[in-house]
Structure formats: structure tokens, C-alpha cells
């Protein structure tokens, strides 16, 4: 197949590329196509790598209304409407909103999914439901599974056997919640837990660390130091962070020294911590968004993630890292040219090395023809008219596609 007549990323020349068996087998400039090669002529539309959801929760993706809406909009009613809608899970029920949450992602463009799975609760159906729409939907999207201890690992019944069964059965990346722990040593030991049971069994680490507007919740700084002690460093995430928000200066600033030895990445998620943080506030109502800005001038990876999609914490959403970017973009104060123009690589490359895709990832000879046709010439016209993902392919394989709408003005 040949791609013809692409900007890739935001080079404002235009290139071809050749497919073969699945790979990108040559980009160049006014490429020919060999008798009877499918071409598609893209006419100066954008080629970039497919984007990355690097944090969100399919299990309980678009569960939004059942049993019960959230009423008060916050985390731990949140919370609270999901424990019950636990009692009556079935590993159906997941996989099919798990399914149709991943075929709105690849619609929009997404082609590699990092998925927070609830293992506090006894059955892990979730767990077993989400391994297999990995093993099912692998030739279409990657699927990484966290094993997300959403009550907590010790302070749940058997949290720890949960979470190490759940390595056992397949999961990528080790969970914790450690501000969500009844008391402050055990958020500190479920850490340490986490980190040694990601060293047995040579996974990731991925925490929901500090989701709070509590100045005090420094979980962050602990998680730092074992990915530094541990050697594990960029193989370790946090996530949220969010009081890190609240933090005072002089803090931060000690803080920021361990954060950069520690090598760790960060996962922002503008939509979701925007509604349901500052709940507690009368005014000012604080942003509830981690300080992406500082982070990446410290030289730490960051990436946005959608978090939820219609579920229990978030009504809204249909998969699409867009609206993620856009929110976070703004919150953090991040609309510069240059960081607007740029800003597609918080949801691909960044995103990408937080979920350690590896150098198979990039747009270049010989890797997997994985990547999206955007219909603009550059990522800040795509970003500000709302352009369509035309089409998205995994390792040559098209598995999503969109008509342009066609809008008239008559006057
Ligand atoms: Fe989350």
C-alpha cells in the first residue's frame, strides 16, 4: 500500500510512504506504486504515530446511570456508586463496555490503551474479563492492564493475595492507592508492597498517587525514592498527583530534586481531575491538575490520560485523547505556538515511553506500520478545527475510518 502525499508530524514537506507485510517499508518523496498497489492520496493531510491513552478505566467505562448517577460529582461518591455496582458485575457486562469503549478510542485514533483494572474484589472478574479483550482485540489495539487496588491493599480484605493473584493471571503493571490507605503508614507499606511484588514478577508500576487536594498527602515523594532506591525508575508512573497542586513552594522545590533522580513518569488527567477536585473549596476553588509545566522543565515524562469515560466519576467523554489534551492544555497553561503545535507528543511519544512501547513506536523504516491520517497539515490546525482521525492503522491493518463531515455556510 502506498500512502501518498503526507506532512509527517508537523514537517511542512510533504512525503510518501510504502507499506509491505505490515511494516513501513519506505519513506520518501515522490514514491511510485507498482502495478496494482492500493494508494490513498492524502493530499497534505498529517501522518502521526497512533495516539496513546495512557491512563484510563475500562472496567468501568460506560457505566454512567447504572445502578445510580453520582449526584454530588465527587471522587468518593464516586467511589462508593462503583462498590455497588461491584456486587453485580459479570464478566460479560465488562468486556462489552470494556469492547465498545475500545472501538470509540480506535475511532478516534487510539491505538495503544492503558487500562486501570479493579482487583478489590474477590472474583477479579474484571481482571479475567479485561485479559481476555486483550488477548482478543491484540491485532487491533495493545492493551496494558494495571492491577488497580481501587480500595486500597491494605486496607481492603485480602489486598495483597488480590493483587498478587492478579499478577499471576497476566496483569503489566502494579497498582497502588496509597492516600486512599486508612492511615499514612499504610499507604507507605503499600508502596514498598508494590514495588517489590513489580520487581518479582518484572513489571511496570503505575500509582494513583496523592489524588487529593490535601497539601498533605507527599506519597509522591516515597513513590520517588523506591523507583530511585530500586533502580526501577522510568519503569515507575505516578498518576494524579494532584495535590502536588496544593504543595508549598518550598516543598515542591525540595521535592522536585528526588522527582528528577527518580527518573519517574507522570500522568495528567485534566478532564477528570478538573471536575472532581476543589470539592472541598468554597473560593478560590483550586484546579485540581498536578504542575505539568515544572515537571516537564524538570525533565520528567508526562502524559494526559482521559481517566474515565461515562462511569461513576466522570459523566461525559467518548474516547477521544483530544478532549484530554485541549483541557490540559489550558489548565496548565501550556498555549504557547510552539506548545500548541507540539502539543500531540503528551499524547503520543510521552505517552509512549510511560507505557515503555520502545523504538517500535516511531514513524521509521522497518517498524510496524502503526499510525493515523489527521486531517490538517499541522497538529495546530488539527487541534483548534476539531479535525478527524481519517484513518488508523495498526501494523498495516485498518482498523478505524471517518468521512470529513461537510459543512455549508449559506450566506
Ligand atoms: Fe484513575
Known amino acids: ?21 505490515g511494516k513501513f517499508e519506505k519513506i520518501a518523496p515522490n514514491l511510485t506504486a507498482a502495478p496494482d498497489e492500493e494508494v490513498i492520496d492524502c493530499n497534505g493531510a498529517m501522518v502521526l504515530p497512533q495516539f496513546i491513552e495512557s491512563h484510563v478505566h475500562l472496567d468501568s467505562a460506560l457505566s454512567a446511570g447504572d445502578p445510580r448517577w453520582n449526584i454530588s460529582g465527587t471522587l468518593f461518591e464516586g467511589i462508593q456508586v462503583w462498590s455497588e455496582k461491584k456486587e453485580t458485575l459479570t464478566k460479560e457486562d465488562v468486556k462489552t463496555r470494556a469492547r465498545n469503549a475500545i472501538r470509540k478510542q480506535a475511532a478516534n485514533g487510539i491505538g ?3 487500562t486501570h483494572v479493579d482487583v478489590t474484589d474477590p472474583t477479579l472478574i474484571a481482571m479475567e474479563g479485561l485479559l481476555e479483550l486483550r488477548e482478543e482485540l491484540k491485532d487491533e489495539v495493545n492493551v496494558q492492564i494495571v492491577a488497580f487496588p481501587q480500595e486500597g491493599i491494605y486496607s481492603y480484605p485480602n489486598g495483597k493475595e ?51 487536594d490535601d497539601e498533605q498527602s507527599r506519597f509522591v515523594e516515597t513513590l520517588a525514592a ?14 494524579h498527583t494532584t495535590a502536588m497542586h496544593s504543595y508549598n513552594n518550598a516543598y515542591a ?6 522527582l528528577r533522580m527518580s527518573e519517574m513518569n507522570f500522568v495528567a488527567n485534566p ?52 478532549d484530554a489534551l485541549h483541557m490540559g492544555l489550558h ?20 505517552a509512549a515511553k510511560t507505557l515503555h512501547l520502545g523504538d517500535s513506536y516511531a514513524i521509521k523504516e522497518g517498524n510496524p506500520a502503526s499510525f493515523i ?27 478505524a475510518k471517518t468521512e470529513p463531515a461537510k459543512k455549508e455556510v449559506l450566506f
Open 226 to 239: 523506591r523507583a530511585y532506591e530500586s533502580g526501577l525508575k522510568d519503569r515507575v508512573t505516578a498518576s
Open 253 to 258: 522545590s525540595r521535592l522536585f530534586r528526588i
Open 1 to 21: 500500500m502506498l500512502i501518498k502525499n503526507v506532512h509527517l508530524e508537523n514537517d511542512t514537506e510533504l512525503t510518501d510512504i510504502l507499506i509491505k507485510d
Open 271 to 322: 478532564l477528570v481531575n478538573t471536575h472532581l477536585q476543589g470539592r472541598f473549596d468554597t473560593y478560590p476553588k483550586r484546579r485540581g491538575v498536578t504542575r505539568v509545566k515544572e515537571l516537564l522543565a524538570n525533565g520528567n515524562n508526562v502524559s494526559f490520560g482521559h481517566d474515565d469515560i461515562q462511569d461513576p466519576w466522570y459523566p461525559l467523554g467518548d474516547g477521544n485523547m483530544r
Open 112 to 114: 495503544h490503551v492503558r
Open 162 to 212: 488480590l493483587m498478587e493473584n492478579a499478577a499471576k493471571m497476566g496483569a503489566d503493571v502494579i497498582g497502588a492507592i496509597p492516600h486512599f490507605e486508612f492511615t499514612r503508614e499504610y499507604g507507605v507499606e503499600s508502596l514498598n508492597f508494590a514495588v517489590k511484588l513489580a520487581e518479582k514478577y518484572d513489571l511496570l508500576v503505575d500509582v494513583h498517587c496523592d489524588e487529593i
Open 331 to 350: 489548565v496548565c497553561q501550556m498555549m504557547g505556538y510552539e506548545e500548541l503545535l507540539n502539543s500531540y507528543k503528551i499524547i503520543t511519544h510521552n
Open 373 to 399: 491520517v489527521l486531517n490538517a497539515d499541522n497538529f495546530y490546525n488539527a487541534l483548534n478545527e476539531k479535525k478527524e482521525v481519517l484513518y488508523n492503522f495498526t501494523k498495516g491493518k485498518l482498523i
